[in-house]
């Protein structure tokens, strides 16, 4: 069981990063020691003990530490993995055993520790739900905790680096990766992937955030440019990325594969000596994307610190290539010894030198299913439940379970970050069965817990895939769960944003036989559902994880009050978006071309709300199975800042869990939308409980970037606070508040 202590101290690490966050196997790893290391003095800072280290170390030593090896053989390009990497994983950086610089072992990623590759040797661990699926709990501390849990995997199983972060702003819903990361706001997007990343690096590894900048879709990711002028893109996606990194600073940061303003995204001086390691004060290093290096002198000297899985790339750029750029002085020496700094000081930082990671640690498998089984239940999102169908009662006598695999197991998204379900595939041979397949169905059967739930119910499944006969059987029953799966993955886009398969005609087809149907979505991001008028229950359930089936049928069985809320805005068709048709040709995948985004920093909720345009779910949408009173909005400005208070009581009959979302709204200066979301809460209320939420706006999110004197300017005048249930509501409170012009730092600090 995952006992209520490890939970506590869990939400304790959010906030510190005391010994006390360590994981608890580590500490029995006995500490590189030495008279003749120095740097294994843990009284001296990170920055100390890596110039020790760092004077001690020959040329050839050093370009070790700057150059990635894959983890995995590649068969198509006869290359055998190095010896020294874990097998069937994503990279391997050598150490330098004289001086005791352990090797880095890294690993993807987000949602687990991931293996390349599957086969019988596949590594077996535990999921979480996809990314869009902790963002949607809106939890900072079950974000965390889910972080924790998969950085302890990976800690047991040998690696010290952790591929996770990813934070790319859902800007495109066909974005095949968008189930990696957490949604279209950069506030929500920032503070859920920063839980994660602290919880990783609680275990004294590495966590990266990426993929740094603009990769928000796979069609053409390793040739696209990506188009944006400097204020709307720190207003948007950078502006993410800034709020993942003030809070929770990873050691790394990976640099993207595709081109941004004309350069690629990993010999970008914009994006990383400038806005990254200038602008932010970043103190990590860059490690360059698999595949995603494309010169020697240019990435150098443009901010990458360390090119991964070379054998990716045309050439291996920091090997022999680097070392002879730096002695005929194209690259300074300086330069290759502040990239050495950067990794070595990051190393100590987050304790891998004295902290050194073993494989064949002991992992909880059971725990950690319930850790998962919690971030699902959080993250599961109710869209729609009319004619109180849902919970359902205990007692129902017949339930037709039809479709989606809903038998064996719940769906995944594919590609690197895909983690192998303990137990083996829950449904083999499905098409693609290569990369980023194979198709992984989690053996966590959703029939199966849903007679958990209603032992005395006759409980029948039916595939779904001749919509005749599922919709006799449908007629007969008390109530019809139909499960409907849209399959992405990394390098694969969605083409359309409608469910692949004739499901739709599956639903309404069901639906029209027997109107007590619930429809559960396993899906990566937003799909359109054109049956949505004529069904009365809809669950966005995402890819759920390791428990999901079990999360899901807690869910509609009520013993799970959902407070799951959209972390990304649901287009009625894909004509309400801002590129109607997606930018690429996925048949010519090496022709070059530009994203143009020309709706700047108007992303998601920001675009329908400038535009006027309904989505068939706003973003921060989501229903519960008691009711929520909102009272007492009242705002104050506390030396310049924006404080802001409520009071929320739950009116129903259950206990259950608010999303109070507080957007403002400024009544004459132009933002570039209507209105941003401020903050949030996440609070659990018994039948009749109230409590009083305060919450400070982040000053930054009242103002404009002003690309010129690298400032926020908050103009002054009068703004509104909205207190709302998502970014549509109409009957929110409001009040006026009255603002003093500000010039903020990039940092959100008034400006001396
Ligand atoms: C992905 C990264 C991943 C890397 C290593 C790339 O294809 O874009 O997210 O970390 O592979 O597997």
Redesign the pocket.
């Known amino acids: 069981m995952f006992s209520k202590k490890i939970s506590v101290i869990a939400i304790a690490c959010l906030f510190s990063a005391t010994s006390a966050c360590a994981n608890p196997a580590a500490e029995s790893n006995q500490p590189v020691t030495s008279a003749a290391h120095p740097w294994a003095n843990k009284t001296l800072t990170a920055d100390q003990r890596a110039d020790l280290v760092l004077k001690e170390m020959t040329q050839d030593e050093k370009l070790k530490l700057v150059f990635g090896h894959f983890g995995s053989n590649m068969a198509w390009k006869n290359h055998q993995k190095h010896p020294d990497a874990i097998p069937h994983s994503?990279?391997y950086v050598e150490g330098v055993p004289r001086l005791g610089v352990p090797a880095q072992f890294?690993t993807?990623?987000g949602l687990g520790v991931?293996t390349?590759g599957s086969g019988p040797t596949a590594r077996e661990g535990t999921s979480l739900p996809s990314g869009l699926a902790t963002a949607a709990t809106w939890n900072l501390a079950t974000a965390y905790q889910g972080g924790a849990m998969i950085g302890s995997e990976a800690r047991a199983t040998g690696f010290n680096v952790m591929?996770a972060g990813?934070v790319n702003l859902l800007r495109e819903p066909r974005n095949g990766?968008n189930f990696?990361y957490a949604g279209e706001d950069p506030l929500l997007a920032g503070s859920i992937v920063a839980a994660q990343i602290k919880g990783i690096q609680s275990n004294h590894i590495i966590s990266?955030m990426?993929?740094f900048a603009f990769?928000n879709q796979e069609t053409g990711?390793f040739v696209l440019d990506a188009k944006i002028d400097d204020a709307s893109a720190r207003m948007s996606d950078l502006l993410a990325m800034q709020f993942a990194l003030e809070k929770s600073d990873p050691g790394s940061v990976?640099c993207?594969?595709n081109r941004v303003n004309g350069a690629y995204a990993c010999e970008n001086d914009y994006l990383l000596n400038q806005v990254l390691k200038t602008d932010w004060s970043y103190r990590g290093y860059v490690m360059s994307?698999?595949?995603?290096t494309h010169s020697t002198v240019a990435a150098a000297n443009s901010g990458l610190d360390q090119e991964?899985?070379w054998e990716?790339d045309v050439t291996p750029y920091f090997s022999g290539a680097l070392k002879e750029a730096v002695a005929n002085g194209f690259v300074a020496q300086a330069r290759l010894d502040n990239m050495l700094r950067r990794i070595l000081r990051t190393m100590f930082d987050k304790g891998l030198f004295d902290h050194p990671v073993a494989s064949g640690g002991k992992i909880d498998y059971a725990a950690h299913a319930l850790v998962t089984q919690q971030d699902a239940e959080e993250g599961i999102v109710l869209l729609k439940n009319n004619a109180g169908l849902l919970p359902l009662m205990h007692d129902i006598k017949k339930i037709v379970v039809i479709g989606g695999y809903a038998d064996v197991g719940i769906l995944s998204g594919g590609?690197?970050?895909q983690v192998y379900p303990i137990g083996g595939l829950a449904v083999k041979g499905l098409e693609p069965a290569i990369w980023p397949g194979p198709v992984v169905y989690h053996p966590s059967s959703p029939l199966a817990a849903i007679q958990r739930q209603a032992p005395q119910a006759q409980v029948t499944y039916n595939a779904g895939t001749d919509l005749k006969a599922a919709a006799k059987l449908a007629a007969q029953a008390d109530v019809v769960v139909l499960f409907a799966t849209q399959w992405v993955g990394?390098?694969l886009d969605a083409t359309t944003l409608s469910l692949p398969s004739n499901q739709d005609a599956l639903i309404a087809a069901v639906n029209a036989a027997n109107p007590k149907t619930v429809v559960v979505l396993e899906t990566g991001g937003p799909v359109t559902m054109p049956w949505i008028k004529q069904v009365n229950s809809v669950l966005q359930a995402w890819y759920p994880g390791t428990s999901g089936g079990e999360a899901i049928a807690r869910i509609l069985f009520g013993k799970v009050n959902p407070s799951g809320h959209l972390p990304a805005s649901f287009p009625a068709s894909e004509s309400q978006l801002p590129r109607p048709v997606l930018d690429g040709d996925p048949s010519k995948p090496e022709q070059r071309f530009n994203v143009t985004y020309h709706e700047g920093a108007t992303v998601g909720y920001k675009w329908f709300d400038a535009k006027k345009i309904t989505p068939l779910f706003p973003f921060g949408h989501g229903l519960s199975y008691t009711q929520f009173a909102y009272s007492g909005l009242n705002s104050t400005v506390k030396e310049g800042n924006l404080h802001v208070s409520f009071k929320v009581t739950n009116t129903g009959k259950i206990q259950g869990k608010d999303v109070p979302q507080v957007y403002v709204s400024p009544s004459a200066s132009k933002w570039e939308a209507p209105k941003r979301l401020g903050g949030w809460d996440k609070v659990d209320l018994l039948p009749g409980e109230s409590k009083t939420v305060n919450l400070v706006v982040d000053p930054r999110l009242l103002g404009m970037y002003d690309s010129a004197t690298k400032t926020w300017r908050i103009a002054a005048g009068t703004y509104k606070v909205i207190l709302a249930r998502d970014a549509g509501d109409l009957e929110t409170s409001m009040v006026s508040v009255k603002l003093p012009a500000r010039t903020l730092t990039l940092q959100g600090k008034d400006k001396k």
């Open positions: 994503a990279g890294q993807d990623a991931a390349q591929l990813g990766r990696e990266t990426k993929h990769n990711r990976m993207a594969y994307d698999w595949g995603a991964s899985g990716f590609g690197s970050s990394e390098a």
